[in-house]
């Protein structure tokens, strides 16, 4: 239940608790070394180009002016897959689509959107910079995740997108929301570990970890002893 979960998230020391009254209110513990407030650390968008709104600047084929395009299919669960032979796999670059860009640099993108049959709740996966040019589009069916001061290394978007794509992430969603779709503001409200201890499980893992690999892993990032909280 709801109650179980948060009591096992404040005596992991993710959540603290204080009482007003008979009003017990929860919060993430900002002492602790696996939580820090995401807003400092990460940026959570929706992917800002909107197909219709954006057709004249996009492209089936490559050219001098465009970039790559991303689009839902092509996050798979843990990668990233591009080409796909989509209709529209790049877009233009110049004065009107500059601002619906982002910088080519890691970051995790998830789907918004998942089949109720899905296994989980979650399609993440790990983009780590590796696409020709200066920036990227993301469509707005994207969920996208990155550095909101400096680009988080590749390490900490591969132990990021594997933490997303984990039981414990999918049960704490499958409690809370009432949809498959998982939108930017449930993404920030998720008590999350924080950069060290993403680095470690990026690290920890292969480059296309399964899921029972990742679950194996994710526990220990709540164990203070574990490396990952050193």
């Known amino acids: ?31 602790s070394p696996l939580v820090e407030p995401l807003r400092e650390i990460l940026t959570v968008v929706t992917g800002p180009v909107v197909g219709f709104r954006a057709a004249s600047q996009l492209r089936r084929q490559d050219s001098p002016t465009t970039v790559p395009m991303l689009w839902m299919p092509h996050v798979r669960r843990g990668s990233i897959e591009w080409p796909r032979n989509h209709s529209a796999e790049h877009i233009e670059r110049n004065a009107e689509s500059e601002w619906m860009l982002l910088p080519n640099e890691p970051m995790v993108l998830l789907r918004r959107f998942s089949p109720k049959e899905d296994v989980r709740r979650v399609t993440a996966a790990a983009y780590l910079g590796d696409l020709p040019g200066e920036c990227i589009g993301c469509e707005n069916h994207l969920n996208v995740i990155r550095g909101a001061h400096e680009p988080m290394s590749q390490a900490a978007a591969r132990g990021l997108a594997a933490w997303l794509n984990s039981a414990e992430v999918d049960e704490h969603l499958r409690q809370r929301l009432g949809s498959t779709q998982v939108n930017a503001v449930e993404l920030r409200a998720l008590p999350m570990p924080g950069l060290v201890a993403l680095n470690w499980l990026g690290l920890r893992l292969r480059e296309r970890p399964s899921l029972d690999e990742i679950d194996a892993l994710v526990p220990t990032l709540r164990d203070p002893a574990s490396p990952a909280a050193q």
Do not use: K, P
């Open 1 to 31: 239940t709801a109650h179980r979960e948060v009591a096992r998230l404040i005596d992991a020391g993710i959540l603290s608790e204080r009482h007003v009254g008979r009003t017990r209110l929860i919060r993430a513990n900002a002492e």
